[in-house]
C-alpha cells in the first residue's frame, strides 16, 4: 500500500475540509489548503498541526500548478450550492479541467474528487449537470482518480440540519421546498473517513463510491425531527413546485447567500439516495443520523444557538 505523505486540498477551507484535513493529519500526512482569504481560518485550520494553509488563486491555472508543486496526491473539493450557470460551469468544470492538467504537468497520479450524490450531465439542474461534467473530465483523464459522491452532509457546523433547527426554533410554520425529496444523511467524519481510506486503496482507484447513511428520511421528517430535538414545535407546509421557485426567486434578490436558490428547488425534483450498499472497500459502516445529530441539535445545544441568533440582531 502506498503512503502518500504530502497532500494538496483543493476546496479544503469548508466545512467538510475541515475534518478531511484532521483525519488526514491523523494518519500522518502533512496537508496544504488553498485559500483565498488565509487570515479568515484562523480558529479552524491555522491550528491544526501538520497544516499549511496557502493564499492562492486556484482559478488561475499558473499559481494553481505552483500550489500543487510538491505534493503526491490531491483531494479535490470545490462546489458552490447557488449562482448563474457561468458561476457553476466555472467552480465544477473549468476548475476542474485546470486541476487535471495541473496534475499531469506536476507529477500528481492520485485524485480523490468529493462529487455528489445525484451528479448527472442529464440532472435536472445546473448543480447536478456540472458535477456530472467533472466526473466525466476525471474519467477521463488517465490519472488514478477515485470518485466519492456523498448525500448531504451533516455533523456539527453544517449548513442544513443546523439551519432547519434556527428556522424551526423562529418560526411556528415553515413553508418548504422539496418537502417530499428523500436523503440519505452521511456524517462528515464518515466522509472524511471514506477519504482517508480511498487515498491508500488501490481497489478504489477507477470507481465512484456513493456515500450514503443507513437510513433515507424526505425532507419534511427531517425538518420535523430538527424541530423535536430543539424542543419546538413547528408546522411543515409543503409548497408545489411553482410557489417554491416564486419562494426561491425572491429569496435570491436578497443580498448575502440564500437560503434556497431556483436551482436548488431543480435539484429537489430526485431523491438523493443511493441503491448501491454502503461500499464494502471502505471497510467500515456509517453512523446513523439519531447516533449524532442530537449531540449538536439536541434542545440545551438548540437553546444556546438561539441565544446567540438573538443576541446577533440585537433583539
Known amino acids: 500500500m502506498q503512503k502518500f505523505k504530502k497532500i494538496a486540498l483543493i476546496g479544503g477551507a469548508g466545512f467538510v475540509g475541515a475534518h478531511v484535513a484532521e483525519q488526514l493529519i491523523r494518519d500522518g500526512a502533512h496537508i496544504s489548503i488553498a485559500t483565498r482569504r488565509r487570515e479568515g481560518h484562523k480558529a479552524t485550520l491555522l491550528p491544526l498541526p501538520a497544516a499549511e494553509l496557502v493564499e492562492t488563486d486556484i482559478h488561475h491555472a499558473g499559481k494553481l500548478e505552483q500550489f500543487l508543486a510538491g505534493h503526491d496526491a490531491v483531494i479535490s ?11 457553476f460551469e466555472k467552480a465544477h468544470v473549468q476548475l476542474t479541467g485546470k486541476l487535471i ?43 488514478d482518480v477515485t470518485i466519492l459522491r456523498p ?19 423562529i418560526l411556528p410554520v415553515l413553508p418548504l421546498s422539496g418537502a417530499h425529496t428523500r436523503f440519505a444523511p452521511i456524517w462528515v467524519e464518515d ?3 471514506a477519504v482517508q481510506v480511498c487515498l491508500n486503496e488501490r481497489a478504489s482507484i ?48 436578497l443580498p448575502g447567500t440564500p437560503p434556497i436558490s431556483r436551482d436548488n428547488v431543480r435539484s429537489l425534483r430526485v431523491d438523493n ?28 445545544e438548540s437553546n444556546r444557538q438561539l441565544d446567540q441568533y438573538r443576541e446577533h440582531a440585537a433583539r
Open 77 to 87: 473539493m470545490v462546489g458552490i450550492l447557488h449562482g448563474s450557470r457561468d458561476a
Open 206 to 253: 477507477g470507481r465512484t463510491l456513493e456515500l450514503a447513511g443507513p437510513c433515507s428520511y424526505t425532507l419534511r421528517q427531517l425538518v420535523e425531527y430538527c424541530a423535536a430535538l430543539g424542543g419546538h414545535r413547528c408546522t411543515v407546509v409543503a409548497l408545489p413546485e411553482s410557489l417554491a421557485m416564486l419562494q426561491a426567486g425572491l429569496m435570491e434578490m
Open 151 to 169: 448525500s448531504v452532509i451533516f455533523g456539527a457546523g453544517d449548513s442544513f440540519l443546523t439551519l432547519f433547527a434556527k428556522l424551526t426554533a
Open 191 to 193: 466522509v472524511a473517513h
Open 273 to 300: 439516495v443511493s441503491q448501491q450498499p454502503f461500499p464494502a472497500v471502505l471497510g467500515f459502516r456509517p453512523a446513523a443520523l439519531e447516533a449524532v445529530a442530537p449531540l449538536y441539535l439536541g434542545e440545551r
Open 101 to 143: 492538467a495541473a496534475c499531469k504537468s506536476q507529477g500528481i497520479r492520485r485524485i480523490i474528487h468529493i462529487s455528489a450524490l445525484g451528479a448527472s450531465e442529464s440532472g435536472p439542474s445546473d448543480y447536478l449537470q456540472t458535477k456530472g461534467k467533472a466526473e466525466r473530465l476525471l474519467r477521463d483523464s488517465g490519472l
